[in-house]
Structures are given as C-alpha cells and as structure tokens.
C-alpha cells in the first residue's frame, strides 16, 4: 500500500486530523538533520519525525506528536508514535507498543523466596517479547528459562519464521538444556525443579502468539472483556488426565480438593520436574495465535497462579482498568492478590496496546476489603 493510501486512512479518524492537508504529498530522497528530523520529504503540512524505527505526526510542524486519542484509538494517557512499516503492511494505523509502557511487579507473599521470574525484552525491530516463569521446587528451572527462553527463540526464528512454530521448538529445546545443565551439579533434586512458562511474542505490532505450559496465563481484554489466551494444564482437564493415566502416572487429590499428579505437582504439564516426564508430564506448549486489534484490545496481562488463584479473569481486566498506566496497575493487581489472601508468588506483566483507559471498566467496584471465602477458585 502506498504512502497516500495511508495517509488517506488516517484522515478517516477525526475531523480535526482531517483538516490537515496530509493528501498533499510531495515525495523526494531524505535526508537526516542533526536534530532527527527527515528533510525533504512533505507531508502537506504535517512534519514527520523518525525515532526508533518509528514515525510520529505533528500537525504544525511543531515537534508536538499527535495522540492516538486524535484518531479515535489511542487513549490520550499514553502518547505513542505510529509504526509506519506495519501500518502499510496491514493497511491500518498501527501504534508502537513501547517496551518502557510496559507494566510489572512480582511480590513475595507469605513464601521463604519468590520462585516467580519474568522477562521483557526486544528480540528483533519488530518482534517483542513477554513472559511469565512460576518455578517450583526451587528457583532453578525458572531462572534457567528467564535467562535462556530468550535465545532459543532467536535460534528457532533462524529456522522458520511461525511463530507457533518457533515456540514449540524453543520450549522443548530449553528443557533439554535445562537437563544438561542441572545435571552438571549431581544434585538429584535440583532435577526436581520445575517452572510454569507463559510467552507472548508480538511481531509488527499486530501478530501476537502466545505459548504456554503449567497455570500461570494470559489473557486479552477486549472492549473491555477478558478474553483467555491459554488454559491451564492440570488434572482438571480431560485430555490432559487421561495422558498422564496412559503414561502410568497416578493423580491424588489434597485437602482443598486439588488433583495431583503422583501426588507431587498440581499441572500435568511444565519444563523441568524431570522425576515426571515418565509419568506423561511434558514441556510441549500450546499454542495460539490472535491478530491485535488496536481499536478494541486495552492490554495483554500474563500472571502466575498466585494472581490467578484469587482474580478471576474478568476481575484482573476490571481492576486494570481503573488504573492510569500499566505500572500503576500491575502494583495494584499483585497487592490486591495478597490482601484476597494469597500466600504464593504473585507476578503480573501488563502489555498497553491501542485502546488503553479508552473502555471503562464495569460497575463493579472491587474493594480489597473483599472475602477470602468469596474470591478466586472458591467463588
């Protein structure tokens, strides 16, 4: 799609925006000033300034970049630049998702240690990272994954370009790396550590994969609703039941009525925990794929169970909502947990994309004054 095509799309937000002559495009080589600014290439009267492989708008020349909330998307509390590349790729106007946006806490609880590791990173121009590892029985797994989850991923986009794809192969050759590195210390119960793994990949603004493995999760809110982009692996479920009984493996169940498998760990499915993996527990992901909707999609949270385990999905989105930025949110979020009565690790990342604040949250008030009787798995 061409240039004025673009532009031509984004005189369809608002009135205002197209008041300005952006359909007076003059084209011819660029040149880059000292200050940043692209010289000689006009667009009618909007200056354009380049800045991290970005591109913003400013309609006096000023310097001044036009908000998202000016074209109807962007909500005016969080002030980013359009990502041109992508915008004509897809056709559409399409935000930068700033990696300094992006919100997170990870707080002890009532543990000894914070077994819970997360990991925010750019792995290419275009391609962003985001997860979430709960460790178990140590924090050696999930430190393991927090530094190397990363690189795999890099050596996997060598060979294919899918990004389910790419998941799939990284999370089953960091546990193979994993193994190789425990077993180094002759410690047998180092191989006993086990971590959750929630990843989020976003290329070009718009494609985002998640891959997950154990109950930490992810979810989208969308027009102000929760929309799940995992579930969980645990006894609970079917088909994950009947592998770990066709792999001779045994489920008991604890006080509170959770299933176990042989009796030691609450998810049917994890990197490390290799005492297991003869007992049908593996370290496949699932995976899947959503297109993001800058106009509709507020924000992608991923947390660990000590989150999960007392918010309901719909809750963590309401909750957020009544937040003025990520940062702000994810401290609320991770205290709100513990005040509900969790006593795990509780670890959120909170990912702004194109309709932050712009979808109020519902009528609901939710008040840390709340039960524990009447919060999470118990409600």
């Not at 000689?40 to 492989?53: C, Q």
Request: glycine fraction near 8%; charge should be negative.
């Amino acid at each position: 799609m061409s240039s004025p095509v673009l532009i031509n799309l984004l005189r369809c937000g608002r009135a205002s925006i197209a008041r300005q002559t952006f359909s007076a495009v003059r084209c011819s080589p660029e040149t880059s000033t000292p200050s940043g600014q692209v010289g000689g290439a006009l667009l009618g009267t909007a200056g354009v300034r380049r800045a991290s492989g970005s591109v913003r708008f400013d309609s006096d020349g000023s310097g001044q970049p036009v908000t998202w909330d000016s074209f109807g998307i962007w909500d005016n509390r969080i002030e980013e630049p359009i990502l041109l590349p992508s915008s004509i790729k897809y056709g559409k106007p399409i935000p930068q998702v700033s990696l300094s946006r992006v919100g997170s806490a990870s707080v002890l609880g009532l543990r000894k240690q914070n077994e819970d590791r997360l990991r925010i990173a750019r792995i290419h121009d275009n391609l962003l990272y985001f997860a979430v590892f709960d460790g178990h029985g140590g924090p050696h797994a999930a430190d393991y994954c927090c530094t190397f989850m990363e690189k795999f991923i890099r050596d996997a986009l060598e060979e294919d370009s899918d990004l389910e794809t790419v998941l799939q192969k990284a999370f089953l050759d960091v546990e193979k790396a994993l193994h190789t590195h425990l077993s180094y210390f002759n410690n047998a119960s180092f191989l006993t550590a086990g971590t959750t793994a929630t990843v989020a990949l976003l290329r070009d603004g718009v494609e985002l994969v998640v891959g997950s493995v154990g109950d930490s999760r992810a979810l989208l809110c969308r027009k102000g609703q929760a929309n799940m982009l995992t579930k969980d692996h645990t006894p609970d479920r079917k088909d994950e039941r009947q592998r770990i009984q066709r792999f001779g493996g045994f489920l008991s169940w604890n006080s509170i009525g959770q299933a176990n498998v042989n009796g030691r760990l609450a998810m049917t499915r994890s990197i490390g925990d290799f005492h297991l993996k003869s007992s049908g527990v593996i370290a496949e992901p699932e995976t899947k794929r959503v297109t993001v909707q800058h106009a509709n999609d507020s924000f992608l949270a991923l947390t660990s169970d000590g989150i999960n385990f007392l918010l309901s999905d719909q809750e963590i989105c309401d909750v957020i909502h009544q937040c003025h930025d990520p940062t702000e949110a994810a401290e609320v979020i991770s205290e709100q947990a513990l005040q509900y009565g969790s006593e795990d690790n509780a670890t959120i990342v909170i990912v702004p994309l194109g309709a932050w604040g712009k979808h109020q949250s519902s009528t609901n008030i939710y008040s840390l004054s709340r039960s524990f009787s009447s919060s999470g798995r118990w409600a």
